[in-house]
Protein backbone atom coordinates (compact mmCIF):
# COMPACT_ATOMS: atom_id res chain seq x y z
CA UNK A 1 0.00 0.00 0.00
CA UNK A 2 1.72 3.65 -1.13
CA UNK A 3 1.56 6.79 0.62
CA UNK A 4 -1.59 8.06 -0.56
CA UNK A 5 -3.92 5.17 -0.23
CA UNK A 6 -2.41 4.55 3.57
CA UNK A 7 -3.66 8.86 3.71
CA UNK A 8 -6.81 7.55 2.67
CA UNK A 9 -7.15 4.81 5.95
CA UNK A 10 -6.77 7.13 8.49
CA UNK A 11 -6.41 11.19 7.41
CA UNK A 12 -9.04 14.26 7.14
CA UNK A 13 -8.27 16.55 4.96
CA UNK A 14 -9.16 20.50 5.00
CA UNK A 15 -11.35 22.20 2.39
CA UNK A 16 -11.76 18.71 0.75
CA UNK A 17 -15.06 16.44 -0.10
CA UNK A 18 -13.11 12.86 1.16
CA UNK A 19 -16.08 10.98 -0.67
CA UNK A 20 -15.08 12.22 -4.27
CA UNK A 21 -11.85 13.51 -3.91
CA UNK A 22 -8.42 11.85 -6.09
CA UNK A 23 -5.81 10.80 -3.49
CA UNK A 24 -3.58 13.34 -2.04
CA UNK A 25 0.08 13.58 -4.28
CA UNK A 26 2.50 12.31 -1.68
CA UNK A 27 4.78 14.94 -0.86
CA UNK A 28 8.31 13.12 0.95
CA UNK A 29 10.38 16.00 -0.26
CA UNK A 30 11.47 19.80 -0.71
CA UNK A 31 14.27 21.68 -1.87
CA UNK A 32 14.11 25.10 -2.67
CA UNK A 33 10.80 25.65 -4.64
CA UNK A 34 10.68 22.23 -5.44
CA UNK A 35 8.16 19.59 -4.32
CA UNK A 36 9.09 15.83 -4.86
CA UNK A 37 6.25 13.10 -4.11
CA UNK A 38 7.10 9.30 -3.33
CA UNK A 39 7.25 8.68 -7.20
CA UNK A 40 10.22 10.54 -7.85
CA UNK A 41 7.76 13.64 -9.95
CA UNK A 42 9.16 17.15 -8.77
CA UNK A 43 6.57 19.87 -8.41
CA UNK A 44 6.78 23.64 -8.82
CA UNK A 45 5.34 24.94 -5.24
CA UNK A 46 3.94 28.19 -7.35
CA UNK A 47 1.43 28.71 -3.71
CA UNK A 48 4.59 28.71 -1.48
CA UNK A 49 2.23 25.70 0.04
CA UNK A 50 -0.88 27.83 1.32
CA UNK A 51 1.35 31.27 1.21
CA UNK A 52 3.44 30.25 3.99
CA UNK A 53 7.00 29.52 2.81
CA UNK A 54 9.43 32.38 1.97
CA UNK A 55 12.27 31.42 1.47
CA UNK A 56 11.92 27.25 0.25
CA UNK A 57 11.81 23.80 1.55
CA UNK A 58 14.14 22.53 4.00
CA UNK A 59 16.08 25.78 3.83
CA UNK A 60 19.74 24.55 5.48
CA UNK A 61 20.02 28.11 7.93
CA UNK A 62 16.39 27.70 8.95
CA UNK A 63 17.21 23.70 10.26
CA UNK A 64 20.45 24.99 11.70
CA UNK A 65 18.67 27.80 14.04
CA UNK A 66 15.56 24.65 14.66
CA UNK A 67 17.90 22.36 15.69
CA UNK A 68 20.09 24.29 17.54
CA UNK A 69 16.90 25.80 19.62
CA UNK A 70 15.66 21.96 20.05
CA UNK A 71 19.37 21.01 21.88
CA UNK A 72 18.56 24.16 24.26
CA UNK A 73 14.62 24.24 24.82
CA UNK A 74 11.73 22.41 23.02
CA UNK A 75 8.99 24.67 25.25
CA UNK A 76 8.55 26.65 28.53
CA UNK A 77 4.63 28.01 29.71
CA UNK A 78 4.75 31.22 28.88
CA UNK A 79 2.69 32.43 31.78
CA UNK A 80 4.53 33.62 34.26
CA UNK A 81 7.72 32.43 31.80
CA UNK A 82 10.15 33.88 29.42
CA UNK A 83 12.64 32.64 26.88
CA UNK A 84 15.15 34.15 24.78
CA UNK A 85 13.84 33.20 21.40
CA UNK A 86 10.08 34.76 22.06
CA UNK A 87 11.91 38.50 23.74
CA UNK A 88 14.18 38.60 20.67
CA UNK A 89 12.16 37.57 18.08
CA UNK A 90 9.35 40.36 19.39
CA UNK A 91 12.40 43.28 19.54
CA UNK A 92 13.33 42.36 16.10
CA UNK A 93 9.57 42.32 14.95
CA UNK A 94 8.80 45.45 16.47
CA UNK A 95 11.80 46.96 14.50
CA UNK A 96 10.21 46.45 11.07
CA UNK A 97 6.26 46.70 11.91
CA UNK A 98 4.92 50.27 11.54
CA UNK A 99 6.58 52.26 13.79
CA UNK A 100 3.02 52.80 16.27
CA UNK A 101 3.25 48.90 17.23
CA UNK A 102 5.11 48.04 20.73
CA UNK A 103 3.59 44.91 22.00
CA UNK A 104 3.59 41.39 20.67
CA UNK A 105 1.33 39.07 22.02
CA UNK A 106 2.24 35.20 20.76
CA UNK A 107 -0.56 32.54 19.17
CA UNK A 108 -0.42 29.44 17.04
CA UNK A 109 -1.93 30.61 13.74
CA UNK A 110 -3.34 33.25 11.66
CA UNK A 111 -7.23 32.42 12.66
CA UNK A 112 -5.98 32.91 16.62
CA UNK A 113 -3.92 36.17 15.71
CA UNK A 114 -7.16 37.47 14.19
CA UNK A 115 -9.55 36.29 17.48
CA UNK A 116 -6.73 37.73 19.75
CA UNK A 117 -7.17 41.09 17.70
CA UNK A 118 -11.02 40.87 17.72
CA UNK A 119 -10.85 40.44 22.05
CA UNK A 120 -7.94 43.13 22.46
CA UNK A 121 -10.51 45.58 20.46
CA UNK A 122 -13.82 44.26 21.93
CA UNK A 123 -12.52 44.51 25.55
CA UNK A 124 -10.73 47.50 25.11
CA UNK A 125 -13.80 49.37 25.08
CA UNK A 126 -15.43 47.08 28.14
CA UNK A 127 -12.27 47.61 30.31
CA UNK A 128 -13.44 51.63 29.86
CA UNK A 129 -16.95 50.98 30.76
CA UNK A 130 -17.62 51.97 26.98
CA UNK A 131 -20.34 50.06 25.62
CA UNK A 132 -19.18 49.17 21.98
CA UNK A 133 -18.92 45.70 20.64
CA UNK A 134 -19.73 45.49 17.08
CA UNK A 135 -17.18 44.80 14.46
CA UNK A 136 -16.73 46.54 10.60
CA UNK A 137 -15.50 43.91 8.14
CA UNK A 138 -15.57 43.73 3.88
CA UNK A 139 -18.07 42.04 2.65
CA UNK A 140 -15.63 39.34 1.00
CA UNK A 141 -13.04 39.29 3.57
CA UNK A 142 -11.54 36.44 5.15
CA UNK A 143 -9.67 36.04 8.38
CA UNK A 144 -9.56 32.32 9.35
CA UNK A 145 -11.82 29.40 10.24
CA UNK A 146 -12.18 29.78 14.49
CA UNK A 147 -16.07 31.19 14.93
CA UNK A 148 -14.89 34.43 15.76
CA UNK A 149 -12.76 34.51 12.59
CA UNK A 150 -15.85 33.00 10.57
CA UNK A 151 -17.71 35.56 11.75
CA UNK A 152 -16.02 38.45 10.25
CA UNK A 153 -15.81 36.88 7.09
CA UNK A 154 -17.81 36.41 4.02
CA UNK A 155 -21.14 34.47 4.61
CA UNK A 156 -20.21 31.63 2.16
CA UNK A 157 -21.26 28.38 1.60
CA UNK A 158 -18.36 27.61 3.46
CA UNK A 159 -20.11 29.01 6.82
CA UNK A 160 -23.92 27.76 6.09
CA UNK A 161 -24.17 25.58 8.83
CA UNK A 162 -22.94 28.01 11.77
CA UNK A 163 -24.52 31.41 10.51
CA UNK A 164 -27.21 30.67 13.63
CA UNK A 165 -23.63 30.98 15.71
CA UNK A 166 -22.11 33.76 14.08
CA UNK A 167 -21.96 37.12 15.66
CA UNK A 168 -24.02 40.37 14.14
CA UNK A 169 -20.96 42.29 11.92
CA UNK A 170 -21.06 45.37 9.80
CA UNK A 171 -20.23 44.82 6.43
CA UNK A 172 -18.50 47.10 3.29
CA UNK A 173 -17.82 46.54 0.06
CA UNK A 174 -14.48 45.97 -0.86
CA UNK A 175 -13.51 49.45 -2.21
CA UNK A 176 -11.84 48.19 -5.39
CA UNK A 177 -10.88 50.55 -8.57
CA UNK A 178 -14.18 52.57 -9.55
CA UNK A 179 -15.94 51.59 -5.98
CA UNK A 180 -13.92 54.08 -4.01
CA UNK A 181 -16.82 56.25 -2.70
CA UNK A 182 -19.20 53.99 -2.66
CA UNK A 183 -16.90 52.35 0.18
CA UNK A 184 -16.02 55.45 2.12
CA UNK A 185 -19.45 56.61 1.88
CA UNK A 186 -20.30 53.30 3.85
CA UNK A 187 -18.05 53.33 6.17
CA UNK A 188 -18.26 56.78 7.08
CA UNK A 189 -22.39 56.18 7.89
CA UNK A 190 -21.22 53.11 9.85
CA UNK A 191 -18.66 55.42 11.99
CA UNK A 192 -21.38 57.97 13.15
CA UNK A 193 -22.84 54.63 15.33
CA UNK A 194 -21.35 55.10 18.69
CA UNK A 195 -21.27 51.07 19.20
CA UNK A 196 -18.32 50.31 16.68
CA UNK A 197 -15.14 48.74 17.98
CA UNK A 198 -13.46 48.07 15.72
CA UNK A 199 -12.67 47.91 11.83
CA UNK A 200 -10.47 44.61 10.36
CA UNK A 201 -9.29 44.45 6.71
CA UNK A 202 -6.58 42.80 4.57
CA UNK A 203 -4.83 45.23 3.53
CA UNK A 204 -4.47 45.90 -0.12
CA UNK A 205 -5.19 42.50 -1.06
CA UNK A 206 -8.10 39.80 -0.11
CA UNK A 207 -6.58 36.18 -0.79
CA UNK A 208 -9.78 34.01 -0.51
CA UNK A 209 -11.71 36.41 -1.99
CA UNK A 210 -9.88 35.70 -5.40
CA UNK A 211 -6.89 37.79 -5.14
CA UNK A 212 -8.86 40.85 -4.71
CA UNK A 213 -6.73 44.39 -5.03
CA UNK A 214 -7.30 47.38 -3.86
CA UNK A 215 -5.22 50.92 -3.56
CA UNK A 216 -3.59 52.22 -0.64
CA UNK A 217 -4.84 55.98 -1.21
CA UNK A 218 -8.26 54.27 -0.36
CA UNK A 219 -7.11 52.52 2.56
CA UNK A 220 -5.70 55.56 4.20
CA UNK A 221 -8.88 56.96 3.95
CA UNK A 222 -10.67 54.39 5.55
CA UNK A 223 -8.54 54.28 8.48
CA UNK A 224 -8.69 58.06 8.43
CA UNK A 225 -12.52 57.91 8.87
CA UNK A 226 -11.74 55.28 11.98
CA UNK A 227 -9.32 57.40 13.93
CA UNK A 228 -11.46 60.49 13.77
CA UNK A 229 -14.50 58.62 14.82
CA UNK A 230 -12.31 56.62 17.55
CA UNK A 231 -12.60 53.19 15.79
CA UNK A 232 -9.95 50.93 16.21
CA UNK A 233 -8.47 49.18 13.16
CA UNK A 234 -6.95 46.22 13.21
CA UNK A 235 -4.24 44.78 9.73
CA UNK A 236 -4.92 41.42 9.07
CA UNK A 237 -1.19 40.96 7.48
CA UNK A 238 -1.62 37.00 7.90
CA UNK A 239 -1.37 36.39 4.35
CA UNK A 240 0.35 40.39 3.21
CA UNK A 241 3.39 40.31 5.58
CA UNK A 242 6.85 39.37 5.00
CA UNK A 243 7.28 41.10 1.33
CA UNK A 244 4.57 39.72 -0.08
CA UNK A 245 3.28 42.77 -1.71
CA UNK A 246 6.38 43.84 -2.08
CA UNK A 247 7.31 45.83 1.06
CA UNK A 248 7.55 44.47 3.92
CA UNK A 249 3.99 44.50 5.02
CA UNK A 250 1.27 46.27 3.28
CA UNK A 251 0.19 48.74 5.81
CA UNK A 252 4.10 50.27 4.85
CA UNK A 253 2.48 51.58 1.81
CA UNK A 254 0.29 53.57 4.22
CA UNK A 255 0.13 57.32 5.96
CA UNK A 256 -2.46 55.86 8.84
CA UNK A 257 -1.18 52.84 10.97
CA UNK A 258 -3.59 50.47 12.47
CA UNK A 259 -3.98 49.88 16.11
CA UNK A 260 -3.60 46.04 15.37
CA UNK A 261 -1.70 43.95 13.10
CA UNK A 262 -2.09 40.30 12.46
CA UNK A 263 0.42 37.93 11.39
CA UNK A 264 1.30 34.02 10.42
CA UNK A 265 2.03 32.36 7.49
CA UNK A 266 5.10 33.76 6.71
CA UNK A 267 6.35 34.51 9.94
CA UNK A 268 8.39 31.58 10.67
CA UNK A 269 9.27 30.95 6.73
CA UNK A 270 6.42 28.48 6.42
CA UNK A 271 8.78 26.27 8.77
CA UNK A 272 6.46 25.79 11.87
CA UNK A 273 2.93 26.90 13.39
CA UNK A 274 2.93 30.48 14.76
CA UNK A 275 0.78 33.36 14.89
CA UNK A 276 1.40 36.95 16.20
CA UNK A 277 -0.63 39.86 17.14
CA UNK A 278 1.01 43.24 17.35
CA UNK A 279 -0.53 46.47 19.44
CA UNK A 280 -0.16 49.73 19.97
CA UNK A 281 0.68 51.45 23.39
CA UNK A 282 -2.50 52.96 23.49
CA UNK A 283 -4.19 49.33 22.96
CA UNK A 284 -1.42 47.75 25.51
CA UNK A 285 -2.40 50.57 28.44
CA UNK A 286 -6.01 49.92 27.98
CA UNK A 287 -5.63 46.56 29.58
CA UNK A 288 -3.16 48.30 33.14
CA UNK A 289 -5.44 48.25 36.06
CA UNK A 290 -4.84 47.29 39.30
CA UNK A 291 -8.30 44.92 38.77
CA UNK A 292 -7.19 41.67 37.71
CA UNK A 293 -10.70 41.30 36.10
CA UNK A 294 -9.28 43.60 33.29
CA UNK A 295 -6.43 40.99 31.92
CA UNK A 296 -6.27 39.87 28.64
CA UNK A 297 -7.83 36.31 29.63
CA UNK A 298 -6.82 34.99 26.68
CA UNK A 299 -3.35 31.92 25.57
CA UNK A 300 -2.48 28.39 23.82
CA UNK A 301 -0.37 25.84 25.02
CA UNK A 302 2.29 26.32 22.77
CA UNK A 303 2.10 30.15 22.91
CA UNK A 304 5.69 31.71 22.03
CA UNK A 305 7.08 28.00 21.74
CA UNK A 306 10.86 28.68 21.10
CA UNK A 307 11.67 26.67 18.35
CA UNK A 308 9.03 28.22 16.42
CA UNK A 309 10.25 31.61 17.51
CA UNK A 310 13.94 30.23 16.49
CA UNK A 311 12.73 29.56 13.10
CA UNK A 312 10.65 33.29 12.59
CA UNK A 313 14.13 34.24 13.95
CA UNK A 314 15.91 32.54 11.24
CA UNK A 315 13.71 33.39 8.72
CA UNK A 316 13.56 37.37 9.37
CA UNK A 317 17.49 36.96 9.07
CA UNK A 318 16.80 35.84 5.51
CA UNK A 319 14.18 37.80 4.62
CA UNK A 320 15.78 41.19 5.77
CA UNK A 321 19.24 39.78 3.66
CA UNK A 322 20.14 41.79 0.65
CA UNK A 323 19.73 38.27 -1.61
CA UNK A 324 15.80 37.92 -0.44
CA UNK A 325 15.19 41.47 -1.12
CA UNK A 326 16.77 41.18 -4.60
CA UNK A 327 14.51 38.32 -5.41
CA UNK A 328 11.51 40.05 -4.03
CA UNK A 329 12.80 43.14 -6.74
CA UNK A 330 13.27 40.21 -9.75
CA UNK A 331 9.62 38.46 -9.19
CA UNK A 332 7.55 41.10 -8.70
CA UNK A 333 9.58 42.71 -12.30
CA UNK A 334 9.03 39.17 -13.96
CA UNK A 335 5.07 38.84 -12.98
CA UNK A 336 4.79 42.58 -14.12
CA UNK A 337 6.25 41.65 -17.64
CA UNK A 338 4.24 38.54 -17.53
CA UNK A 339 0.80 40.58 -16.61
CA UNK A 340 1.45 42.93 -19.99
CA UNK A 341 1.82 39.82 -21.76
CA UNK A 342 -1.50 37.76 -21.00
CA UNK A 343 -4.08 40.49 -20.28
CA UNK A 344 -5.40 40.48 -23.47
CA UNK A 345 -5.43 37.06 -24.53
CA UNK A 346 -8.96 35.69 -24.90
CA UNK A 347 -10.58 34.29 -22.00
CA UNK A 348 -8.46 36.77 -19.54
CA UNK A 349 -10.79 38.82 -18.15
CA UNK A 350 -8.36 40.70 -15.61
CA UNK A 351 -4.47 40.32 -14.72
CA UNK A 352 -4.24 41.61 -10.85
CA UNK A 353 -0.80 42.65 -9.32
CA UNK A 354 0.70 43.40 -6.05
CA UNK A 355 4.42 42.87 -5.25
CA UNK A 356 5.03 39.27 -5.85
CA UNK A 357 1.12 38.25 -5.81
CA UNK A 358 -0.03 38.02 -9.46
CA UNK A 359 -3.78 36.45 -9.89
CA UNK A 360 -5.40 35.71 -13.42
CA UNK A 361 -8.80 35.80 -13.78
CA UNK A 362 -10.57 33.66 -16.61
CA UNK A 363 -13.50 34.33 -18.17
CA UNK A 364 -15.87 31.32 -18.01
CA UNK A 365 -19.04 32.29 -16.93
CA UNK A 366 -18.76 31.80 -13.44
CA UNK A 367 -16.99 32.47 -10.28
CA UNK A 368 -17.41 30.44 -8.08
CA UNK A 369 -15.25 28.27 -6.43
CA UNK A 370 -17.04 24.76 -6.33
CA UNK A 371 -16.80 25.72 -10.56
CA UNK A 372 -15.41 22.88 -12.56
CA UNK A 373 -12.88 25.16 -14.33
CA UNK A 374 -11.25 24.81 -10.89
CA UNK A 375 -10.75 21.21 -10.77
CA UNK A 376 -9.37 21.24 -14.79
CA UNK A 377 -6.99 24.15 -14.23
CA UNK A 378 -5.68 22.29 -11.13
CA UNK A 379 -5.57 19.15 -12.81
CA UNK A 380 -3.09 20.83 -15.61
CA UNK A 381 -0.80 22.15 -13.10
CA UNK A 382 -0.45 18.90 -11.83
CA UNK A 383 0.07 17.19 -15.08
CA UNK A 384 2.62 19.74 -16.01
CA UNK A 385 4.93 19.64 -12.85
CA UNK A 386 3.54 23.12 -11.18
CA UNK A 387 1.37 23.21 -8.32
CA UNK A 388 -1.49 25.74 -8.68
CA UNK A 389 -4.67 25.95 -6.18
CA UNK A 390 -7.43 27.96 -8.25
CA UNK A 391 -9.57 30.27 -6.47
CA UNK A 392 -12.75 29.16 -8.64
CA UNK A 393 -11.65 30.81 -12.14
CA UNK A 394 -8.57 32.61 -10.76
CA UNK A 395 -5.24 31.43 -10.58
CA UNK A 396 -2.53 33.14 -8.48
CA UNK A 397 1.21 32.61 -7.69
CA UNK A 398 2.95 33.78 -4.68
CA UNK A 399 5.73 31.43 -5.00
CA UNK A 400 8.72 31.41 -2.51
CA UNK A 401 11.12 34.33 -3.20
CA UNK A 402 14.07 31.76 -4.19
CA UNK A 403 12.18 30.74 -7.35
CA UNK A 404 14.40 30.89 -9.80
CA UNK A 405 13.50 32.34 -13.44
CA UNK A 406 13.53 29.10 -15.58
CA UNK A 407 11.25 28.10 -12.92
CA UNK A 408 8.60 31.05 -13.10
CA UNK A 409 9.11 31.02 -17.02
CA UNK A 410 7.56 27.11 -16.39
CA UNK A 411 4.61 28.33 -13.86
CA UNK A 412 4.12 31.34 -16.67
CA UNK A 413 4.02 28.36 -19.55
CA UNK A 414 1.35 26.89 -17.58
CA UNK A 415 -0.66 29.80 -17.19
CA UNK A 416 -0.66 30.62 -20.59
CA UNK A 417 -1.80 26.72 -21.68
CA UNK A 418 -4.38 26.93 -19.10
CA UNK A 419 -5.99 30.25 -20.89
CA UNK A 420 -5.61 27.53 -24.18
CA UNK A 421 -7.94 24.89 -22.47
CA UNK A 422 -10.65 27.40 -21.02
CA UNK A 423 -10.65 29.51 -24.46
CA UNK A 424 -11.35 26.40 -26.04
CA UNK A 425 -13.92 24.88 -23.65
CA UNK A 426 -15.70 28.71 -24.33
CA UNK A 427 -15.38 27.56 -28.33
CA UNK A 428 -17.12 24.18 -27.57
CA UNK A 429 -19.67 24.97 -25.43
CA UNK A 430 -23.20 25.58 -27.10
CA UNK A 431 -23.93 28.39 -28.71
CA UNK A 432 -25.04 29.74 -32.15
CA UNK A 433 -22.17 30.18 -34.66
CA UNK A 434 -18.90 28.80 -33.20
CA UNK A 435 -17.29 30.39 -36.17
CA UNK A 436 -18.07 33.50 -35.64
CA UNK A 437 -17.18 33.16 -32.72
CA UNK A 438 -14.08 32.05 -33.24
CA UNK A 439 -13.60 34.87 -35.98
CA UNK A 440 -13.98 37.35 -33.35
CA UNK A 441 -10.99 36.45 -31.47
CA UNK A 442 -8.77 36.71 -34.62
CA UNK A 443 -7.21 39.69 -33.31
CA UNK A 444 -5.81 38.40 -30.62
CA UNK A 445 -4.11 35.27 -32.59
CA UNK A 446 -2.27 38.02 -34.28
CA UNK A 447 -1.13 39.60 -31.22
CA UNK A 448 0.50 35.99 -30.29
CA UNK A 449 1.83 35.94 -33.86
CA UNK A 450 0.57 32.11 -33.66
CA UNK A 451 0.50 30.09 -36.67
CA UNK A 452 -2.18 28.64 -38.28
CA UNK A 453 -1.01 24.91 -36.95
CA UNK A 454 -0.70 26.11 -33.92
CA UNK A 455 -4.44 27.17 -33.43
CA UNK A 456 -5.50 23.78 -34.95
CA UNK A 457 -3.33 21.90 -32.03
CA UNK A 458 -5.92 23.54 -29.34
CA UNK A 459 -8.96 24.40 -31.07
CA UNK A 460 -11.33 22.12 -30.94
CA UNK A 461 -11.34 19.92 -34.19
CA UNK A 462 -15.06 18.16 -34.20
CA UNK A 463 -16.04 22.41 -34.71
CA UNK A 464 -14.67 22.42 -37.81
CA UNK A 465 -16.46 22.52 -40.99
CA UNK A 466 -17.16 19.07 -42.64
Known amino acids: ?143 GDTFGAMAISARSAFTVPFWPYLFEVEFIDVPVAGKEEETINQLEALAKQDDIAAFIFEPLVLGTAGMVMYSPEVLDRLLQICQQHNILTIADEVMTGFGRTGRTFACDYL ?86 SINKLPQVAQVRQQGTILAVEFEDGTTSYFSDLRDTLYSYGLDHGVILRPLGNIIYIIPPYCITDEQLEQVYEVIRGMQQVVWCEALSAPQPNHLARLASNLYFLQLQKLQLEEVLSFYPLPLLPV
Not at 41 to 70: C, F, M, R
Not at 125 to 137: S, V, Y
Not at 278 to 291: C, R, T, V, W
Request: net charge negative.
Open 1 to 143: MNLAERDHNVIWHPYTQMKTAALPVPIVRGEGALLFSEDGTSYIDAVASWWVNLHGHAHPYIAQKVTEQLNTLEHVIFAGFTHPAAVTFAERLLQILPSNQSRIFYSDNGSTAVEVAMKMAIQYWNNQDTPKHKIIAYRDSYH
Open 255 to 340: HHQPDMICMSKGLTGGTMALGATSASEKIYNGFLYDDKAKTLFHGHSYTANPVACAAGLASMDLLLAQEAQDNIKRIVEHHTAFAQ
